[in-house]
């Protein structure tokens, strides 16, 4: 009994407060009857005597009898099986979504005269079983959707063009793609048909081939969406009718295959394409192909704009294919692809001579956990490696019979050098995780427009250089790339670099080698620089010598044990974090310095999470520390480390300042230096001891020789 109330009462507050949340993100929707279902509803606007009616949610099992001034109805997930009522005659919007409808018998929309959106996803409807007469008064419908109904995959399937030719005013079709997909002459006479979805996406669609004429009566498609549909072959030429379509996607029919771009594009120029999406579609296990030059030859002379080529498996990129497309074009996606060889890396560059407008090329990479949400790779690849550059050591036939300027061993400066042409317009590189591996050789590259390059998250684990031609680059990222190496000459020509992201590498131990300061020597434009996270022990007083323009250093995360860079010159410095090293303290020459620092700029610190030495030794520190606590950010959490022999209160200012004061006096008193002597003995005593035994052992050892031997 109390089980059974318990429940009652919780089913009620559940109700309560599913209505609550129902009602929620619907204000000014009222509570409505119709005949004993209970909905929300809101005046229409303008039109006061006009209704919307919001029947969602509600386990209905039929269609209530609406009002005649309803005119908005949303029946969406209920369980309607038939529809036994009909629907008021001026009704414009009808969602049967998320139903149990089977067959629909009787002319269910008869006088909808208005209607202008009609829902039937995700039922049960076999939609190529709609009757002579089903649409017969849809004069008005502008979008129908039928997607996520067939439960089985119909083979013969067809579509009675007859009955869909009645509906005059329809722009959008989603809809199932079921076996044998055609659109019949009754299509031609939908004069305002534009939109065709029958993706697999977002419904069931499985149908095996596209044929030249399955658009023959749709010609004033314009947007075209044919993806996941197990397509295994297009005919030549099958969209060239299209001559408004301007997006097309292909995607995630991997049976396609690269081999079948030159049919797919074939007569493209025929259509006025701004958008090709060809996801996925060559990345079944075993396979992988090479897009070629012919195969995109048709886009030549469009006006696309767009081309996505991502998640796909690539052997091979043929030389040059990048050069016949248009001007026009702004976004090439690459990401997520596999790719077999580094030669494909360099097709990026063949833009050469070729006005492109702001292109920014996007090579995104797989990321591990959702590597085979849709194809199956089989393994992992590095995208370019150090082979690349040897191939154009050692592979003069291959690289002469592609005859390609974009990349080249120019002479430069009496050397021999390979040269990257980049075109003009290329502003920004976006490489990162794109699983590049290998180090970093000398080579050129030319780009005048190019500013930005974005290489962080790859393996790029040496940086030997020098890259020449990076004068004008003014951003680069390369943190996260395993390097251990940075040579002196890497950054030579970096002249106009103002932000430089090195963070999560391991250049402690070049920094350490580079006592003359020569890495940084001609990155005079640096503003930011950040080499947290990378292992540095030291760092050269003159370091960063030539970094006049420098705002902010960031050094978190490293080893360091002292902090004597000169920094003098840096009149704009502002921001310098030394976060998680090993600084017991600031020097007192560092302390001028900072000083002086403190007066002209703005200077802020990060010292969090060092161990600093609560020591007499280090009470001048402690109490400038205190002093100049403005500048030091999160003063009140730093802490004394373990070695410490005194007290240190950092958590407030008082504290602080009551701490300096009482290790000044304890230091300052004998007991204090008698204590420091004591120990200072005891060491002593201590090691004088150690350098007995050693002496002992070492005597014995030798005596023992000496028998041996004997
Ligand atoms: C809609 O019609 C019903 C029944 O005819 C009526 O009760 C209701 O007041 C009408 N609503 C509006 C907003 O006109
Ligand atoms: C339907 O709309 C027409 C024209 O807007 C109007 O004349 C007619 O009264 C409406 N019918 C109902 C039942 O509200
Ligand atoms: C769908 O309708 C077609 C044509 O009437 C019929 O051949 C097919 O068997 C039906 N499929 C299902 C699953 O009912
Ligand atoms: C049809 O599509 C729905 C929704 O996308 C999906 O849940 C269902 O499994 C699909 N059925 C078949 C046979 O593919
Ligand atoms: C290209 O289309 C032709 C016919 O138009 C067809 O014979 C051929 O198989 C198609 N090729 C591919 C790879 O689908
Ligand atoms: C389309 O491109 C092909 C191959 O480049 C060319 O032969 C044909 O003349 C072009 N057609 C149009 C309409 O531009
Ligand atoms: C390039 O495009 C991006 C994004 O559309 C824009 O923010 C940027 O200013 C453009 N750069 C140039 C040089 O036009
Ligand atoms: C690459 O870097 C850019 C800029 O930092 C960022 O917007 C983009 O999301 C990055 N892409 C990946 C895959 O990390
Ligand atoms: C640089 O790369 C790192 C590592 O992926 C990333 O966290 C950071 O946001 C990037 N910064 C910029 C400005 O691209
Ligand atoms: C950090 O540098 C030190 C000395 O250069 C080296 O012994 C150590 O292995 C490095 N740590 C890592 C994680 O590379
Ligand atoms: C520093 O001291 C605070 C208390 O003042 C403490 O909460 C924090 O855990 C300490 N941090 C470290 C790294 O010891």
Not at 186 to 215: A, H, P, W, Y
Not at 472 to 491: M, P, Q, T, V
Not at 504 to 509: D, P, S, T, V
Not at 585 to 590: F, V, Y
């Amino acid at each position: 009994m109390a089980f059974f109330i318990s429940s009652i009462v919780q089913i009620t507050v559940l109700y309560f407060g599913l209505l609550i949340t129902a009602s929620l993100g619907k204000e000014n929707w009222d509570t409505c009857h119709f005949g004993s279902v209970k909905c929300l509803c809101q005046k229409g606007k303008g039109q006061t005597n006009l209704l919307k009616a919001d029947c969602s949610n509600r386990g209905l099992r039929s269609v209530p009898v609406f009002s005649s001034n309803v005119t908005w109805i949303d029946l969406s997930n209920n369980r309607i099986y038939w529809i036994n009522n009909w629907f008021p005659s001026n009704v414009t919007y009808l969602d049967l979504s998320r139903n149990s409808l089977y067959r629909l018998y009787g002319h269910p929309f008869r006088g909808l005269y208005n209607l202008k959106t009609l829902n039937l996803e995700r039922n049960q409807l076999n939609q190529t079983y709609f009757y002579e007469g089903f649409f017969d008064d849809l004069h008005s419908l502008t979008e129908l959707n039928l997607k996520s109904n067939i439960p089985t995959y119909i083979p013969h399937g067809y579509l009675n063009d007859k009955e869909y030719s009645k509906l005059k005013s329809l722009q959008t079709l989603k809809m199932d793609g079921i076996g044998s997909l055609t659109f019949g002459k009754g299509f031609g006479r939908l004069e305002k048909f534009q939109k065709l979805d029958v993706s697999g996406k977002t419904g069931n669609c499985s149908f095996e081939r596209i044929s030249k004429d399955m658009f023959l009566y749709t010609p004033r498609l314009v947007y075209l969406d044919v993806s996941a549909c197990n397509i295994l072959e297009i005919e030549e030429g099958a969209f060239g009718n299209l001559k408004y379509l301007e997006h097309l996607d292909v995607s995630f029919n991997q049976h396609l295959g690269f081999w079948s771009l030159p049919n797919i594009t074939h007569d493209l120029n025929k259509t006025s394409i701004k958008t090709f999406l060809a996801k996925g579609i060559n990345c079944l296990a075993g396979m992988s192909g090479t897009i070629l030059k012919h195969s995109l030859q048709y886009l030549q002379n469009t006006k696309i704009s767009e081309i996505n080529f991502e998640k796909n498996k690539l052997e091979h990129f043929e030389l040059g294919l990048l050069r016949v497309l248009p001007d026009t074009l702004t976004t090439i996606s690459m990401g997520e692809m596999e790719l077999a060889q580094g030669i494909f890396v360099t097709d990026y560059f063949l833009f050469q001579n070729r006005q492109f407008y702001n292109i920014s090329l996007q090579m995104r990479s797989i990321p591990y956990q959702t590597f085979d949400s849709h194809c199956k790779h089989d393994r992992y690849r590095p995208r370019m490696s150090i082979e690349y550059f040897n191939w154009l050591e050692y592979d003069n036939e291959q690289r002469e019979a592609s005859s390609s300027t974009f990349i080249s061993r120019k002479k430069w400066n009496d050397q021999f050098l390979v040269t990257f042409e980049f075109p003009k317009t290329l502003n920004v590189f976006h490489g990162n995780m794109s699983r590049l591996y290998g180090d970093i050789p000398e080579f050129k590259i030319n780009a005048p427009g190019l500013r930005e390059i974005y290489m962080q998250d790859n393996l790029l684990y040496s940086w030997d250089g020098p890259v020449h031609g990076i004068e004008n680059i003014e951003i680069a990222n390369l943190s996260n790339n395993f390097c251990s190496h940075i040579s002196k000459s890497f950054l030579e020509h970096a002249r106009g670099l103002r932000i430089l992201l090195m963070s999560k590498n391991n250049l402690g131990r070049s920094l350490l080698n580079d006592v003359g300061g020569e890495i940084f020597r001609n990155t005079v434009s640096l503003e930011f620089l950040d080499l947290s996270d990378n292992n540095i022990t030291v760092l050269s007083a003159h370091m960063f010598n030539n970094m006049n323009q420098l705002r902010a250093l960031n050094l978190r995360k490293n080893q360091l044990l002292t902090v004597n860079v000169k920094m003098k010159h840096m009149r704009n410095i502002n921001y310098i974090n030394l976060e998680q090293n090993r600084l017991a303290t600031i020097e007192s020459e560092s302390r001028t310095l900072f000083k002086r620092l403190f007066q002209t700029s703005k200077l802020v610190i990060y010292f969090s999470e060092n161990p600093i030495l609560c020591s007499c030794d280090n009470i001048d520190f402690l109490e400038w520390i205190t002093i100049n606590r403005l500048h030091f950010q999160d003063f009140f959490h730093y802490n004394c480390s373990f070695s410490s022999s005194h007290e240190f209160n950092f958590m407030s200012v008082m504290s602080a300042k009551a701490s300096v004061t009482s290790m000044k006096e304890t230091c300052k008193s004998s007991i204090g230096i008698y204590m420091y002597i004591a120990i200072a003995t005891g060491v002593l005593f201590l090691l004088s001891i150690v350098v007995g035994i050693v002496l002992v052992k070492k005597i014995k050892c030798n005596n023992r020789n000496a028998e041996t031997s004997v």
